[in-house]
């Protein structure tokens, strides 16, 4: 049979960049994300109420890279750092209940007493609130495990005397009733709603750990509002809400605060089954960390995702070792990206996250991790951005993509694309321009990276084109291990910018044997057109020889130090770790990992 044969064409690779329109604007009583949305191919995005660009700092290209981590799930029990019950300082004040879902063994207190004793707890959420409001510093609220609660559309959790460094807790405890060391946490239907209302008043010291959120498909699991602080979520099952986490903005601020949730902590937590976002919102300081994240979005192809990062001059925000899976998912297919970034934020982290769909259940919207502007009518910018250490697998149209970043680095991550379509591994720019203030990348360091393309897919690794003619100046592009086994149309690169516009582009690796006839290692031609034009002098298109890909821990290693990423880096643009957080020598290697000279012909 003969094959079809598809050209690359510049104007094709644009149709994979997300489409705008304008949707009116609409109005909401709450603070919901949705309000003044713009629609683009990614999906519809909050417009906040007012943005400030951030002012762009010098990029710091050789800072170090903490690269090491592992995705954990949420434990039958976790103290979390916190100290037990028994090991608590302050009063604990215990509840139990019986509603739909609860243990057969279950026996609930009653609402009347001090509610001091575990054989004589309290009964309902609305007294736990009520006593929550009234605790002192140090002091818990323990809800029995094994035990089911509900909880209304008026219960805020507020407290103003809890303090950052002597917290009150929210947690599970173990009922007398019960002789199962695993009895399931407390299961509360309904979320946790921290908003209090009016001008915001700066609340802090708050745990909320070993608890399981159930939703009817309504609201936020977690809905935090009006400038909380120094707080922290743990170990939670946050399951089948409208939004499973909500880290929102605040009213104007009263007296001397200044109105921004900041040092919040989401972490080794499970959210699912979230119709719109999985977790959705930016704050200062904030860490979503070790959490597991699947089948978020599956409301609609709009502005539905895992993973929602939106903010106005957020400052070091960190995501870090997070589960991402089955976005947005529609008949049986990923529709819309699974971590997305809009806003203006200045040195967010986006690190050792594993990001991956399956085979066949994606389309080319399903997008891994994006960072670009969303809203139309404010200028929009992302300063100091690190996306490194990631693991991306399978995902559609692109893996990762940025706009408007200023000394953003894109580093050590590893992608495979074993998907039958048009793909890109790393995309610069990521969509469209929406405003005319939005800043324009520059300074963008790509490197290190590890990219794998299987024999099904096509497409391009690297590409950087230009939004704005003679705009984008001081691309770093080195030091990438590229391979593709495939026989379908390919690029390794595709630049459409002078040679001028980059600080360094070499030392790049890009292997493809099989596509000789119809691959091509750049827009411009072959490696030797290329090199004839002075790009990538040091660059070659040998075998980096990566070990079999092992689909239950998908990674691209090397193990041979006859591999042509051994001690042939490039030297002076180069990430000081490797994806493992092991230093580099003064020979660096190509690609994402440095192969350990001390220890056998191995990588572990």
């Known amino acids: 049979m003969r094959k079809k044969v598809i050209v690359l064409t510049a104007a094709w690779l644009a149709a994979c960049s997300p489409r705008l329109e304008t949707k009116p604007q609409s109005t909401v009583s709450t603070p919901e994300p949705e309000t003044r949305e713009t629609e683009h191919r990614n999906g519809y995005v909050r417009r906040p109420p007012s943005a400030s660009v951030l002012q762009p700092p010098t990029p710091s290209f050789n800072q170090t890279e903490n690269n090491a981590g592992t995705t954990m799930v949420p434990t039958e029990e976790n103290n979390c750092g916190v100290p037990s019950i028994e090991e608590t300082l302050g009063s604990v004040y215990y509840f139990c209940n019986c509603l739909e879902g609860a243990s057969e063994d279950c026996r609930q207190g009653e609402d009347v007493g001090d509610y001091t004793s575990p054989n004589d707890p309290g009964r309902t959420i609305d007294e736990a609130i009520r006593i929550f409001g009234e605790m002192n510093p140090g002091d818990t609220l ?121 040092h919040l902590v989401l972490k080794e937590s499970i959210v699912t089954n979230n119709a719109r976002r999985g977790f959705v919102g930016g704050c200062d300081f ?45 008949d049986g297919e990923c529709g819309d990206a699974s971590f997305i970034v809009h806003g203006s934020f200045g040195g967010l982290i986006i690190e050792n996250n594993m990001i991956k769909e399956d085979i066949g259940a994606v389309t080319s919207d399903c997008w891994g991790i994006v960072i670009n502007p969303g809203y139309d009518y404010i200028p929009e910018m992302f300063s100091g951005v690190s996306i490194r250490g990631n693991t991306i697998v399978n995902v559609g149209a692109a893996s990762i993509g940025v706009q408007s970043c200023y000394g953003c680095r894109i580093t050590n991550n590893i992608i495979i ?94 292997h493809f044997p099989d596509a000789a006839t119809r691959g091509q290692w750049s827009s411009s031609g072959t490696l030797t057109d290329w090199q004839t034009l002075g790009y990538g002098i040091y660059s070659n298109s040998e075998d980096p020889l990566f070990e079999p890909i092992d689909p239950n821990k998908p990674d691209l290693i090397t193990k041979h130090r006859s591999s042509p990423l051994v001690d042939n880096g490039n030297s002076l643009h180069f990430s000081i770790t490797d994806k493992n957080g092991v230093f580099r020598d003064s020979s660096p290697d190509i690609g994402a990992y440095e192969l350990d000279h001390d220890a056998p012909d191995t990588v572990e």
């Open 286 to 330: 904030c860490v979503v960390e070790n959490n597991h994240f699947e089948n978020n979005g599956f409301g609609g192809y709009t502005s539905n995702h895992n993973i929602y990062a939106t903010g106005d001059n957020i400052h070091e925000m960190r995501f870090s070792g997070n589960t991402l899976y089955k976005a947005a998912v529609i």
């Open 417 to 510: 694309q074993e998907q039958a379509i048009l793909a890109q591994a790393i995309k610069i720019p990521a969509g469209n321009l929406l405003h005319e203030g939005d800043y324009i990348q520059e300074a963008v360091f790509v490197g290190n990276n590890n990219i794998y393309y299987g024999p099904a897919g096509f497409g391009t690794a690297i590409s950087i084109q230009e939004t704005r003619p003679g705009t984008h100046m001081g691309h770093i592009v080195t030091n990438n291990a590229i391979q593709y086994m495939g026989d379908n149309p390919w690029n390794c690169f595709n630049f459409d910018m002078t040679l001028a516009s980059f600080g360094n582009i070499d030392y790049n690796v890009c």
């Open 142 to 262: 323990a809800f029995c495990r094994g035990g089911a609660f509900r909880i209304g559309e008026s219960g805020h959790w507020i407290n103003n005397r809890c303090e950052r460094g002597v917290r009150c807790t929210v947690r599970d405890y173990h009922p007398w009733w019960s002789n199962d060391p695993e009895e399931v946490g407390p299961i509360i239907h309904g979320g946790l709603n921290l908003m209090d209302n009016g001008y915001s008043d700066k609340e802090e010291g708050y745990n909320f750990i070993n608890l399981n959120l159930q939703g009817n498909g309504e609201g936020n699991g977690i809905f935090v509002y009006n400038e909380v602080e120094h707080s922290t979520f743990c170990n939670l099952d946050i399951n089948g809400f409208r939004n499973g986490v909500h880290f929102s903005r605040s009213q104007p601020p009263s007296g001397a605060n200044d109105g921004r949730s900041a």
